[in-house]
């Protein structure tokens, strides 16, 4: 495997580590830089400040628990599929893909679009099958 192949891989793991820490940002963001008396973020309380929070900035914080249950697979995956020697090209578009569908996951999540968010976390889940087994 190059060098290079491997940085679109772990660039792919780098973003997917930081799709949580983006979405409990988007979460918040309401309440930053206000008194927590006037609603503003707590941060002594964040999780009971989060518990909140209604509309797309709970489903943000809900998308934030799913980035963070679908990371192991997706790093586990990766790491196995590079052990297994998986094609570097093939490797890197899934990844890619992988991140492009979680991507829109998140973006469908915030925007209410149940349906099309449970398609786009189920076709994530598949591409995560296909990096697992691209060593084989």
């Known amino acids: 495997m190059t060098a290079s192949a491997l940085s679109v ?13 983006i979405c409990a940002g988007l979460a918040k963001s309401h309440g930053m830089g206000k008194p927590v008396r006037e609603g503003g973020y707590d941060n002594a309380m964040p999780r009971q400040w989060l518990a909140g929070q209604t509309g797309w ?4 914080n809900a998308a934030q628990s ?3 249950e679908a990371l192991p697979f997706f790093i586990g995956a990766v790491a196995l599929a590079q052990q297994a020697g998986a094609d570097a090209a093939r490797l890197d578009l899934l990844a890619v893909v992988y991140v492009l569908l979680r991507v829109l996951y998140v973006a469908l999540y915030i925007a209410d679009r149940a349906n099309a968010r449970s398609l786009a976390w189920t076709l994530a889940l598949a591409v995560n099958i296909a990096i697992l087994f691209s060593g084989a």
């Open 57 to 60: 900035r709970a489903r943000a």
């Open 9 to 21: 891989v772990h660039g792919c793991v780098l973003v997917a580590a930081l799709m949580p820490i």
């Open 66 to 68: 799913n980035c963070f």
